[in-house]
């Protein structure tokens, strides 16, 4: 019933006529670049600009549509997996909706949505995007990406991805490092995230600076308290020190109980407590 109704839908609002851009078969080319940042799988789209998958450290792929001269009006378009003219009995397979804007990036797709365009590729399928033109236009304006060559480029894009870091610069900032009850004994789990993080420290040409800051539950004294944190925080710019990282580049500070992101009252609001955050900084 609800592919019926998909399908039915498609039918309402996917006019016969459209201003369309689509590389011709013969000319469609896919590229792949990137690091241990980013990876970028790119097919130029004739005529409107590239259409790219962008997949940072630690996170799935979304979709950027640069256009060239962007000629939709801003506003949400129709997203869809078409079904090319040599699959008669396949059906076009509607996404939902996306934003257009006037940037430069005119379209940007979400992680669900640009997995779905992905696997819409895989099955010979094309990604397209549709929306109402500027001025009076009559006919909307659609963007298609080809499937032709995806296989090879899906192959060499992934080959990118197992180059990536585990994390990205925002993901790292956000770290929160977890101690015992009473201790600032780093534990296995403690130590696994900060290899994590030290790797993309290392890799990170750009970093001016490590901000470490400490904290505590509420159980004990306001002065054990802040000491602890003090002692949680050394711990962690200690375990940074020994791979390398130099001690200038560490700006501490330790609150004790004075923050919490939990209610001291449960168990498990205290566990919560009991932290060092790390912050990048970026020159």
């Given at each position: ?61 979304v979709f950027e549509l640069k256009a060239w001269n962007n000629l939709m009006r801003p506003g949400q378009a129709q997203l869809y997996n078409d079904a090319p003219m040599w699959q008669p009995h396949a059906r076009a397979r509607l996404l ?20 779905q365009m992905l696997a819409g590729l895989a099955d010979g399928l094309h990604p397209t995007i549709q929306r109402t033109a500027w001025a009076n ?147």
């Open positions: 019933m609800a592919r019926a109704c998909i399908a039915l839908l498609l039918i309402l609002t996917l006019p016969a006529h459209a201003l369309t851009f689509q590389t011709r078969m013969e000319e469609v080319e896919w590229s792949v670049e990137g690091d241990k940042f980013e990876c970028r799988l790119t097919q130029p789209v004739s005529g409107y600009g590239d259409a790219v998958f962008v997949r940072r450290a630690g996170e799935r792929p939902g909706f996306t934003d257009v804007s006037e940037d430069r990036i005119a379209v940007r797709v979400a992680q669900q949505q640009a997995g236009a009559v006919e909307p304006v659609r963007v298609v990406v080809s499937s032709i060559g995806y296989q090879k480029a899906w192959g060499e894009f992934q080959k990118c991805n197992a180059g990536l870091l585990a994390m990205n610069f925002e993901q790292v900032s956000r770290s929160v490092v977890s101690f015992a009850d009473g201790g600032s004994t780093l534990s296995a789990s403690a130590k696994q995230l900060l290899d994590i993080a030290l790797e993309y420290i290392q890799a990170d040409k750009e970093i001016s600076g490590i901000v470490l800051e400490g904290h505590s539950d509420n159980v004990g004294n306001r002065l054990d308290n802040r000491e602890l944190a003090r002692q949680r925080a050394l711990a962690v710019r200690d375990y940074l020190m020994q791979s390398g990282v130099e001690e200038e580049m560490f700006t501490l500070r330790f609150h004790g109980d004075r923050y919490p992101v939990a209610s001291n009252r449960s168990a498990d609001g205290r566990a919560k407590n009991r932290r060092v955050t790390l912050k990048l900084d970026k020159s």
